[in-house]
């Protein structure tokens, strides 16, 4: 079968924000003890800080610009103030959302200094579940306030004078879903959020607030909430966040991979809205969407995975990952390409052991087919992202109908020249040689290309590491200046052309 991908760089959505390349650690399960932050590993795998080194060169070539903390669910019952201060004077706590004991011995301090050590910028949640505005503009004061104030000075006193300039702050969490500590009415939230936003604002002008949209597109209140949210705080908050797990609970690849068209819908839904109340509002602002948990998650999302029995890191969320989720991942960040004009900041839930593309033992990391497509997109998505037209055949998906077997996006450096195409072939049963042809530039050079494929349930295990991972990927240019390659079925490819 053939496709051909038609590319060109006049016709793009604009500037890539590559805080779409972010991640998200809450406390949760081992996300924090035992996966960033482990003092006494025994196999000398931490730093003068306690945290753990292989993870943190798992994590580098994933170049994560932002690393939203602490929750999640967890924040929405969170007291910031536990988690400062001496060690051995921080309070052991139950956590609400995850019942699981919190010894606090990783707390605000311990994230900016890891964010440091990652080279990442924090981007907070704030407790609006259980906690007010105040606590939040506390919280705010503590993290970017110079020296002269009581949380400032509580900071320095901590050891850390300087200001941590954190610009990034999520008002609450998912505070549209039952489960949450907190749980409201959009009218409620919004209140809160707008309170908190301008209490926030009101110390430092500087930051940019993003306020809780829908957690998925199963609630009933799906977009009427994210509306409600968005009419009230319009003047108060920069984003809208969007969340959304996939799953595969019906065992049907052929419709599991076909899910690129309901994240397409997801982005396309908040255009919309924010258009709708843009003009309801009579409004020059914009307001983008900060899609800042994404993943597959669904093995794990039994009440079990969930309770923590009260223990210290209990094994939560340690979700296994194959093949087929790495294609649907690599669909996620393609869809946010596509619509980097809507899309600014997208978090892939989680990083470590928790629903997660790294998980660790004592001894070491296992990285899981899910972390390839987020490095390819990190280390090749640059410059402007093109908005590529895709001739295709199409697949039957199950309930979802005819969908084109080819999800594909672009991006185009400037400065470089440099193309990067990023390809799902959604077919498993049937290879697709591609055409990609590029309308107003000459390839030069095909710099790399490389594939990621196998059985869909393939994955990585401890005994067996290294059964999923990229391979080289075979690329030729033709006569006529085109790029040809064939992509096995249920393959995720990605193509770096030198352009001139
Ligand atoms: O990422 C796991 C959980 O999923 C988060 O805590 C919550 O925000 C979402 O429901």
Request: net charge negative; glycine share 8%.
């Amino acid at each position: 079968m053939t496709s051909t991908i038609y590319l060109d760089t006049h016709f793009n959505v604009g500037k890539i924000d590559r805080r779409i390349f972010g991640g998200f650690l809450e406390h949760l399960g081992r996300a924090v003890y035992e996966g960033v932050y482990d003092p006494g590993n025994e196999h000398g795998l931490v730093d003068e800080n306690g945290f753990r080194t292989d993870v943190l060169d798992a994590l580098r070539p994933m170049g994560m610009p932002v690393v939203r903390y602490p929750g999640g669910n967890f924040v929405s019952a969170y007291n910031w103030r536990n988690g400062i201060g001496p060690r051995d004077k921080r309070p052991r706590r139950p956590d609400f959302a995850w019942r699981s004991m919190e010894s606090n011995q990783f707390g605000t301090d311990e994230f900016m200094t890891w964010c440091k050590a990652i080279k990442t910028e924090p981007m907070m949640a704030v407790n609006l579940g259980t906690a007010s505005g105040t606590d939040a503009a506390e919280l705010l004061e503590y993290c970017n306030m110079p020296t002269g104030t009581l949380w400032a000075d509580q900071r320095a006193a901590n050891g850390h004078a300087e200001p941590y300039n954190v610009k990034l702050w999520c008002l609450g969490n998912e505070m549209d879903g039952p489960w949450q500590a907190g749980h409201v009415p959009a009218g409620v939230y919004a209140q809160r959020a707008r309170e908190a936003a301008a209490l926030m604002k009101g110390l430092d002008k500087s930051i940019e607030t993003i306020a809780c949209g829908s957690s998925g597109r199963e609630m009933s209140t799906y977009l009427a909430y994210d509306r409600e949210v968005l009419e009230h705080c319009w003047d108060h908050v920069e984003y809208i966040s969007a969340h959304r797990y996939s799953n595969n609970r019906r065992n049907d690849c052929a419709w599991f991979l076909a899910e690129g068209v309901e994240i397409d819908r997801v982005i396309a839904d908040y255009a919309g809205l924010l258009d709708y109340v843009r003009g309801v509002k009579k409004s020059d602002k914009r307001i983008y969407v900060s899609f800042d948990e994404w993943n597959v998650w669904y093995k794990t999302a039994t009440p079990a995975d969930m309770d923590g029995h009260w223990t210290d890191a209990p094994r939560l969320l340690e979700e296994q990952y194959n093949v087929e989720d790495a294609l649907v991942c690599a669909q996620y960040l393609s869809a946010f390409l596509r619509r980097a004009d809507v899309v600014k900041i997208a978090c892939i839930a989680q990083i470590v052991n928790v629903i997660a593309p790294i998980m660790t033992r004592p001894d070491g990391v296992l990285i899981q087919p899910t972390y390839y497509p987020l490095v390819a997109f990190a280390q090749h998505a640059r410059g402007i992202a093109l908005t590529p037209t895709v001739q295709s055949p199409s697949y039957t998906a199950g309930e979802r109908g005819d969908v084109p077997v080819i999800d594909a996006s672009a991006s185009f450096d400037p400065v470089s020249g440099d193309v990067a195409v990023f390809v799902v072939n959604r077919d498993v049963k049937t290879p697709q040689t591609i055409t990609i042809r590029l309308a107003d530039r000459t390839v030069d050079r095909v710099s790399a290309s490389d594939v990621l494929t196998g059985e869909p349930k393939a994955t990585n295990t401890w005994q067996s590491p290294e059964q999923v991972h990229p391979t080289q990927l075979t690329a030729t240019i033709t006569a006529d200046g085109h790029v040809l390659l064939a992509v096995p079925g249920g393959a995720f490819a990605t193509i770096r052309l030198r352009t001139s």
